[in-house]
């Protein structure tokens, strides 16, 4: 009866991703605590707050690298909460982390082709695709989208920072992603290249939804259409650029030090 | 572990003078004298005779196949699994339980096609079984874990006499004849023994660059990130030890066609660590580093006795040499010999244009 229950409220439900009560103990130290959160698909939202406030560990229990000690996560109505990484990356959701998770022994091309064939069929195959592979077209085009074409061919132990974080996206770009977690894209960005991500994140198509950690409020907010501020692990404020912005209480815990 | 990372920073290190674009990229095609390698590979029976063509070419032919199927876990997949010379002794003793032997009470006397694809099944679900104990560890923990199935498996063949016949082994294994020919005398055997070591070697090649090996370089690379590109880490290691597990068992299986006989000796626990040495002075970023070891191993474990003595020191102090080589090599080069003679051919090439634009794809 449960199952069916479940099966249910999964044709109702429209959140791309649905976190109830979700709380992260790492021993005595609450990570976070009771956390709920609902995003619509093609939503795009900011998680501001400071360091140590929980945001890359909510990432984590999104994509599963820790599991929560209580709570649950819904993607698209499908309750994730026990599923290992891979299974709810086979499901559209895709992450990027703060600190490149590159294949640095690997050329830009084969770390695309993994990411292309890691959601797609067939992923251990024994067999050496051929030029005209659909996914090899898939990486080129991937490659082309994050423009590293020129780089392709070369380690990415060789490639410079900014080359590192644009294929850090590409990745998590790789089949049909339907929800993404970007942790700090920006990191170690020259204001060119933070253009240049700007661009890559709003030419993104509309039904792909996206959460955003990101310190620098110039790339944060205008990528997004709403915010979620976290403090010491729980949820301080939701609202819209512009609200959280002017909202004085934010202004002071975290605006604040810059603006004096 | 370190070993492999330093050996790999080096790698970078001479990618980024622009020299190499692909590690995985040692093929028979981009270096010529490798056609007169392989040609004289082919003619060696009118070169060589007896002795040097079984104990010295065939017995670097099989030792670099089971120490290939360490480079194969160790380079791709970051695994250093000192269980390997024990899954090819699982297979040698499989072909003699299951096959013909003087030891009528232990042998079941199957013919050779019936009882070393048995060998070879088993050795693949030893070595899987071994392999999904040992994914549940990581770096020095993989070591330790397949030493230890290493050395149980060691006792437990001295002390079972029901079908691993103690410590006495089993003798006088048959060899198999087909097609009218004894493939046990010395140019037939040297043949199978070429065939063999050739198809694993190419296999280890094509599947550096199939998807399967692909992955497996991104697990050693980062687990995690593959885990969060959609595959399962796992599964893929296991796979990675089964597949190794097959080219131990095939060398295991010529290893005990050569002596005919196999007794827990061949399975001692420094027979495991040997395999580590060969595959690391050769070079274990490569797969043809696991030949070059085993071919530099034997050389000294034969001449360097009559050496020791030459010079006035106790022959059986030949281990002694061996130490001391793999130490000099290991210092000087962390990828082995593979990796001084790629750094000699880049300084030659220093100042010339880049290797290589582009086109090594997956084609």
């Known amino acids: 009866m449960d199952r ?120 251990f195959s024994m067999l050496r695709p ?28 060789e490639l410079a920072h900014g080359q590192q974080r644009q294929l850090e996206i590409a990745l998590a770009l790789a089949g049909a992603p339907r929800f993404i977690l970007f942790d700090e894209p920006a990191a170690g960005l020259s204001p060119t290249e933070r253009r240049e991500l700007v661009e890559i994140l709003t030419a993104l198509p509309s039904h792909i939804g996206y959460i955003i950690i990101e310190h620098d409020m110039d790339v944060a907010l205008r990528v997004v259409e709403s915010v979620t501020m976290m403090h010491n692990g729980r949820i301080f404020k939701e609202g819209a650029p512009q609200e959280i912005e002017s909202d004085p209480e934010v202004q002071e815990l975290y605006l604040g030090g810059g603006h004096e | ?27 028979v095609t981009e270096h010529p004298w490798a056609w007169a390698l392989a040609a004289l590979l082919l003619i060696m029976p009118l070169i060589a005779n007896g002795f040097f063509l079984i104990e010295i070419f065939g017995t670097t032919l099989i030792l670099g196949t089971i120490a290939l199927s360490l480079m194969f876990l160790a380079g791709y997949g970051g695994m250093v699994s000192l269980m390997q010379l024990t899954i090819a002794g699982f297979a040698g003793y499989m072909v003699a339980v299951f096959g013909v032997s003087g030891n009528a009470n232990i042998s079941l006397g199957w013919p050779w096609w019936l009882a070393t694809p048995t060998a070879l099944v088993l050795a693949m679900l030893f070595g899987t079984l071994g392999g999904a104990l040992a994914v549940r560890t990581e770096g ?52 199978l023994i070429l065939a063999v070591a050739a198809l694993c070697y190419f296999a280890v090649l094509y599947l550096s660059r199939a998807p399967f090996g692909l992955a497996l370089q991104g697990v050693r690379d980062n687990p995690r990130r593959m885990a969060a590109l959609g595959f399962n880490v796992n599964a893929n290691r296991i796979a990675a030890y089964a597949f190794a ?28 660590i040997d395999i580590l040495i060969v595959a690391v002075v050769g070079g274990i970023t490569r797969p043809v580093g696991a030949y070059i070891g085993a071919f530099i191993f034997v050389i000294l474990r034969t001449f360097a006795l009559d050496f020791l003595v030459k010079v006035g020191l106790d022959g059986n102090r030949f281990r002694l040499l061996i130490g001391l080589g793999f130490l000099v090599i290991v210092l000087f080069s962390s990828d082995g010999v593979i990796g001084l003679y790629e750094r000699w051919r880049k300084r030659g090439q220093a100042g010339g244009a880049r290797s290589r634009p582009g086109g090594h794809g997956h084609g």
């Open chain 2, 245 to 272: 597990a097959l080219i131990a068992g095939l060398g295991g299986v010529l290893q005990v066609w050569n002596y005919r006989q196999i007794s827990p000796g061949s399975v001692a626990v420094e027979r495991c």
């Open chain 2, 140 to 191: 020095i923990y993989t070591i330790m874990i397949t030493l230890a199935i290493g050395a149980a498996f060691y006792y437990f063949t001295n002390q079972n006499w029901a079908i691993f016949n103690g410590h006495t082994g089993i003798n006088t294994i048959a060899t198999p004849h087909v097609l009218g020919i004894n493939w046990r005398t010395d140019i037939a055997f040297y043949y």
């Open chain 2, 1 to 27: 572990m370190s070993l492999i990372q330093e050996a790999r920073t080096r790698e970078g290190g001479l990618a980024a003078r622009g020299a190499v674009s692909q590690p995985a990229a040692w093929s």
């Open chain 1, 130 to 157: 051929s030029v005209n592979d659909a996914l090899m077209q898939a990486t080129e085009r991937l490659i082309e989208a994050v423009h590293l074409t020129s780089v392709r061919d070369q380690l990415v132990s």
């Open chain 1, 4 to 123: 069916v229950a479940d099966r249910l409220s999964a044709l109702g439900s429209t959140a791309a991703l649905e976190l109830r009560g979700v709380t992260r103990m790492f021993g005595a130290l609450a990570a976070l605590t009771d956390i709920t959160i609902t995003v619509r698909p093609g939503e795009r939202r900011a998680v501001l707050g400071s360091n140590g406030a929980g945001k890359t560990t909510l990432f984590n229990c999104v994509t599963g690298d820790f599991l929560p000690t209580s709570g649950t996560i819904r993607f698209f109505g499908e309750d994730v909460t026990g599923f290992p990484p891979y299974e709810r990356i086979r499901r559209g959701l895709r992450r990027t982390y703060q600190i490149s998770a590159l294949f640095l022994g690997l050329t830009v091309r084969d770390n695309v082709y993994l990411a292309c064939r890691g959601v797609s069929r067939a992923r």
